[in-house]
């Protein structure tokens, strides 16, 4: 595989840009503000949800249709014959179909229709978003991918600076959904042309091996996560219940239960899945499903604070424009998360991924701890700055290290397996952290805010623990030669 061109760099990531201001308005800012707008919500009218339960719910149930579609978008793009390419006929098919749903979103009346057109917006998306994990393997020799996904990880982590410039958070508050809905739009439609002059062949062949019990895998795949996340998110209700007015005992057993919950459903499911997933080449791929366990670890936490960082500014610092303050928040971030971005890639080619991905985790950790003492905008601020600079050590390194982990031939299907830590991060973060969220606030109103925060600290901490299982292919060549 020859070296690539600098402008190469560019028109093989560009369309993450267009994902992430996607994913950067709707998930911390748009989706909050309309489930707000619905809640309380009735659940087939008898169960009625707070919303961070509502919002829990409705991030959980698209990721796991993200779970499910984004591998197997993966694998049939492994095996395209496309004179177009394997990767762009589903870039360009995603990106139509996101068009078309984000519309639905906008025409949603109640939560039934939000939590429908959602969960279509998701299955579009993914279709896209499998395919295009695969350009850099397919592409970017090995000596070059360090710094492809610097330039990957700037793209994805750009949005959070453009969002205040575009006015999303502005539009929200407003009420302005439309118009927030239409830069979502442009974004992606824009990004996905930029990326058609991409010099990507037809694939020589088909794979050898049949699709049905690859695509088999899949399905299995995703309902063992979903089971398994399931059973771990009934021991906090479980606590609740047997320990139900027994004051401060009550609480710190459900808040120890909440930690032991969402670090176990990401442990045990992503083994579980990833076994089912790969097959049986699974025991030789131990470092691949560590890293997807300390991917997830990491992005539950991150994901999940920045999820429920709107209601955070509203109910517990009371700020008249929280959706223009996450978005300004997210944007300050996001400085810190470009600049610490710039130099990772260089560095983890240099230096290798696991200690860089470790200090990620450490540093995160310590902005997470830090929102505790956060009293204003101003603590919040510090807070997020720590956490954008561990983020965006993390973004690149981690990327840089996966791609290196993955099986060359079946590049797309594994990458595609690895999102059990990008979907899955909502699943386990909102679907168990919501509930808590809301457990806690019953206790005292804004206090469940805390008591998530905490544990998804924890949870950054567990991921730069869980980098000791992984062994990079530089230290697998130096064993053998030893």
């Known amino acids: 595989m020859r070296g690539i061109r600098t402008p190469d760099f560019l028109t093989i990531n560009i369309y993450w840009l267009g994902l992430n201001v996607a994913s ?42 993200a779970i499910l579609v984004q591998p197997l978008a993966g694998l049939m793009s492994d095996r395209s014959t496309s004179r177009w390419g394997r990767r762009r006929p589903f870039i360009i098919t995603g990106t139509m179909l996101d068009l078309v749903f984000l519309f639905l979103i906008g025409l949603s009346g109640n939560y039934g229709m939000l939590f429908l057109a959602l969960l279509l917006l998701q299955f579009s998306s993914n279709i896209a978003h499998g395919a295009l994990q695969g350009l850099i393997p397919d592409l970017v020799p090995e000596e070059q991918r360090g710094r492809a996904s610097g330039v990957k990880s700037i793209m994805e982590l750009l949005p959070t600076i453009l969002l205040p410039l575009l006015g999303i958070g502005i539009l929200v508050d407003r009420g302005l959904i439309w118009l927030a809905l239409a830069v979502v739009m442009a974004s992606l439609f824009l990004t996905m042309l930029l990326t058609l002059p991409v010099k990507e062949g037809p694939w020589p062949g088909r794979g050898d091996r049949p699709l049905r019990p690859l695509v088999g895998r899949v399905v299995l ?27 401060v005992v009550q609480l710190v057993a459900v808040g120890v239960t909440g930690l032991v919950a969402i670090a176990g459903a990401i442990i045990v499911g992503v083994w579980l899945s990833a076994r089912v997933g790969i097959g049986g080449g699974s025991q030789e791929q131990t470092s ?3 890293w997807v366990t300390n991917r997830l670890l990491f992005l539950a936490a991150v994901g999940s604070i920045q999820g429920f960082a709107l209601y955070f500014l509203r109910d517990v610092l009371r700020l008249p424009n929280p959706a223009q303050a996450t978005a300004y928040l997210l944007a300050v971030v996001g400085v810190f998360l470009l600049a610490s971005a710039f130099g990772s890639g260089f560095l983890a080619d240099r230096f290798g991924r696991k200690r860089l991905l470790a200090l990620a985790g450490v540093i995160a950790a310590g902005g997470t701890f830090l929102l505790f003492l956060s009293t204003d905008m101003n603590g919040v601020l510090v807070s997020g700055c720590l956490i954008g600079i561990g983020t965006g050590l993390f973004w690149t390194t981690n990327w840089a290290l996966g791609t290196e982990l993955v099986p060359k031939a079946e590049a797309g299907r594994y990458l595609g397996i690895s999102n059990l830590a990008g979907a899955g991060a909502g699943v386990v973060g909102a679907g168990i952290g919501g509930p ?41 060549t130096l064993a053998v030669a030893r």
């Open 24 to 65: 950067g308005s709707l998930t911390p800012i748009i989706l909050p503000f309309l489930v707000e707008r619905f809640a309380p919500v009735q659940l087939i009218g008898l169960i009625s949800m707070d919303k961070n339960t509502a919002y829990g719910l409705l991030r959980s149930a698209g990721l796991i249709v």
């Open 221 to 247: 795949l995703t309902l063992v996560f979903v089971v398994a996340t399931t059973l771990f998110g009934g021991l906090v209700g479980m606590a609740g219940t047997l320990l139900r007015g027994r004051g």
């Open 288 to 290: 691949f499903v560590w």
């Open 436 to 476: 808590l969220a809301d457990f806690f606030n019953t206790y005292r109103p804004g206090f469940g805010y805390l008591v998530v925060f905490a544990i998804y600290g924890v949870c950054l901490l567990l991921s730069s623990m869980t980098l000791f299982k992984v062994q990079e292919p530089r230290e697998t």
